[in-house]
């Protein structure tokens, strides 16, 4: 017992250090960063070479548990290295909008004459109208002089509707007589016919803000920028916060990239073009000659065939567009196998981290495809390990105790976890996080081996968004992968409970089951996610401004493109269900009423409330649609998730697990 006690000690530390300093610590602060991961970064050695002292070097050369053994730890240390990386990244930070606001003020104080033109791209290919007529208003709607500005719409499937539509909203159509090169070829193609000093980029679903161009423009002052990109936030759920039940009160899957760890790159000169939601210097892409077309993901390509040529790329943390992320599994997994193949690619490019010129040491390193190589292979081998052990009795290491494992791997495991609690407060929570990344291995790491054997084996496919997505379905092939470990692991705690089955036993065998426990339920929140749920096409914005509906003051609570949540006093009665929707700056809109709730609750169950909620359905067209998008989606509303409610998501979680959601 003493010696357990003792064994804690290392834990403790970590936990009084995390007490005492970060935690008071604000995490914007240089100097507590590179304390806090410096920290972190000697615990993890600390582990590294206890395993490799302790566990690994003793082992003896017995077969195939010698080789277990020695792969089970070569994983480790690229799992180390991966982290090492993260934590030197993390070390540091830059906000980036006071200085936006002070070159701001210099590079608009010119003459309107004087401002540098700027083309917006949007490559198209099977995006319908209603994906495509947010993008197209809101990229027609930038606060920017008219003379110096122009929206191409690179239609790569050479439609006469969106001719058409392009015709009447002074957008200007571009075709071309193939599709080669997939978006960087229709991109390339853009840059034939237009001749813009700035070329701004948005895809089918994104929509700028009316201020963007206003906020990355003036970061061009500095000659050696070549790319300003922002961070893409989404007006919709994505798969995963909708398949968990927690739409409301879990950020979407990619803000811990854009929110945290994007600003962090940027303050080390390995900030990265994400495509979408950038704008970029024309003169920089003619100096690589064009967007480049070796790999499916064109926008990484361009930074490094810039950083070859001196140009740099830039992260302005601000929200200054909205898009719609994947919106079913499907999609999900077509956009993270092309973003895992395309960094992939990179490596067997002339111009790639290893061969491209003009790279100092650590941006090689940086630009290493490491996160895509090794988090999935990780975390498929966290799965295996207690399964093998109880099956087979094989142990991962050469097992010196449950002192030495208690003094070792629990401070390293309390380190981290704490670290991303405190780097990450508003986008992290350990189990739902493992979840999500268990969840994604099972296809994932497939692509990771088939991308490293055949890297080009696999065209460039356009992520399906919009009425023209496919139809929600249930992923069998992960769910039956997830209930198969779940099973085997499961059976394997059961055969071993029972002297007479089972074929393990030391000290080791408690670790396993906390270990097996555990990946227990990290497969089973997985689970979860593979049920997908039911979506809207349009999607509401909450708000709180004051309207008028037939006649009767009330307050808009939630309002799309097509339809509007209006609150008013529990005394108002209609005649008719058709009814007026007087909203400000809007001539009034012709709605049905089709539904009455009170506080989220039927009339025929209520008592005494304070407001009727007025359920009202609406089709506009024309300028009206157009203004009401410009109004939704160009700066004034977003779905952000500020904070995690952690009681919230626990509830929803298990309401999830038994078929139920509650709405928050």
């Known amino acids: 017992m003493v010696q357990h006690l003792l064994a804690l000690a290392p834990t403790i530390l970590v936990l009084a250090f995390f ?29 590294m070479l ?59 104080a010119r003459a309107e004459g004087e401002l540098p033109s700027v083309d917006v791209f949007i490559p198209t ?65 853009g840059l034939k016919v237009s001749a ?28 050696n920028i070549g790319i300003v990109q922002t961070p893409q936030h989404f007006f919709n759920v994505d798969p995963v916060q909708s398949n968990l039940g927690l739409e409301n009160i879990w950020p979407d899957e990619q803000r811990l990239f854009f929110d945290e760890i994007a600003p962090s790159r940027d303050v080390w000169d390995v900030s990265f073009c994400c495509g979408s939601c950038s704008i970029a210097r024309r003169s920089a892409i003619d100096a690589i000659g064009g967007f480049p077309t070796e790999s499916i993901t064109e926008d990484l390509l361009t930074t490094l065939s810039m950083l070859n040529k001196g140009y740099k790329t830039r992260y302005l943390n601000e929200r200054l567009s909205m898009g719609l992320a994947a919106e079913n599994l499907t999609g999900y997994f077509v956009q993270r196998e092309r973003w895992c193949q395309g960094g992939i690619q990179t ?18 390193i940086m630009f290493l495809p490491a996160s895509w190589l090794v988090q999935y292979l990780t975390r498929f081998t966290i799965l295996i390990v ?66 490293v054997v055949r890297p080009f084996g696999k065209p ?16 069998r092939y992960s769910f039956a992968w997830i209930a198969g470990l779940i099973t085997v692991t499961a059976l394997g705690l059961l055969i071993n409970i029972v002297p007479e089955t089972s074929h393990v036993q030391g000290q080791f065998s408690p670790i396993a089951a906390c270990w097996s426990g555990i990946n227990i339920i990290v497969l089973a929140v997985a689970s979860l996610i593979c049920f997908e749920k039911p979506r809207r096409l349009f999607h509401a914005f909450k708000l709180d ?52 709730t009170q506080r989220g609750k039927s009339i025929s169950r209520s008592g005494d409330k304070q407001a009727y909620y007025l359920h009202l359905h609406f089709d506009i067209k024309g300028a009206a649609r157009d203004k009401m998008i410009v109004k939704l989606y160009t700066g004034g509303y977003s779905r952000d998730v500020p904070d995690i409610d952690k009681v919230a998501v626990s509830i929803n979680l298990l309401l999830r697990t038994f078929g139920r959601t509650r709405t928050l």
């Not at 602060?29 to 582990?47: G, P």
């Not at 390293?412 to 990450?424: G, H, P, R, S």
């Open 460 to 475: 460039f496919r356009v992520t399906p968004k919009g009425s023209s997505n496919e139809a929600n379905q249930f992923d």
């Open 545 to 596: 401004e004051a309207v008028t509906v037939g006649g009767v003051e009330g307050r808009v609570v939630s309002l799309a493109l097509d339809k509007a949540v209006v609150a008013v006093p529990v005394e108002t009665r209609f005649q008719s269900k058709s009814v007026a929707l007087q909203i400000d700056g809007f001539e009034p809109i012709a709605t049905e009423l089709k539904q009455v």
């Open 50 to 108: 206890w395993r490799l002292i302790e566990t690994v070097l003793p082992y003896p050369n017995d077969g195939f548990g010698f080789y277990w053994v020695w792969f089970l730890f070569i994983v480790e240390i690229l799992a180390f290295s991966e982290v090492a990386l993260f934590l030197i990244l993390m070390s540091r930070c830059v906000d980036r909008s006071a200085e936006a606001d002070r070159l701001a003020r210099t590079f608009f």
């Open 386 to 451: 207690p399964v093998v052990y109880l099956w087979s009795g094989l142990l991962p290491l050469y097992f010196t105790g449950i002192t030495d494992y208690i003094s070792y791997q629990i401070p390293l495991l309390a380190a981290y976890f704490l670290l991303m609690l405190w780097i990450t407060p508003t986008r992290y929570l350990p189990v739902i996080s493992s979840a999500v990344g268990t969840f994604a291995t099972f296809r994932m790491l497939p692509t990771v081996v088939s991308s």
């Open 196 to 223: 813009g000093e700035f070329v701004a980029i948005f895809d089918a679903d994104f929509v700028p803000y009316r201020h963007f161009l206003r906020r990355t423009l003036p970061f061009f002052s500095d000659k």
């Open 347 to 364: 490596l067997y490019l002339h111009n790639g981290p290893l061969r491209g010129p003009g790279l100092s040491l650590f941006q090689r």
């Open 125 to 189: 290919y099977n995006e319908p109208l209603d994906v495509l007529e947010r993008t197209i208003v809101g990229a027609l709607s930038l606060d920017y002089p008219a003379d110096k500005l122009k929206v191409y719409v690179l239609d790569d499937q050479r439609r006469d509707w969106l001719k058409t539509y392009c015709e009447e909203r002074n957008a200007i159509h571009v075709t071309r007589p193939d599709n080669a090169h997939a978006k960087a070829g229709n991109m390339n193609n």
């Open 19 to 47: 007490m005492l300093g970060p935690f008071n610590w604000s995490r914007y602060h240089t100097w507590a960063r590179a304390i806090t991961c410096a920290f972190v970064a000697a615990v993890a050695l600390r582990y």
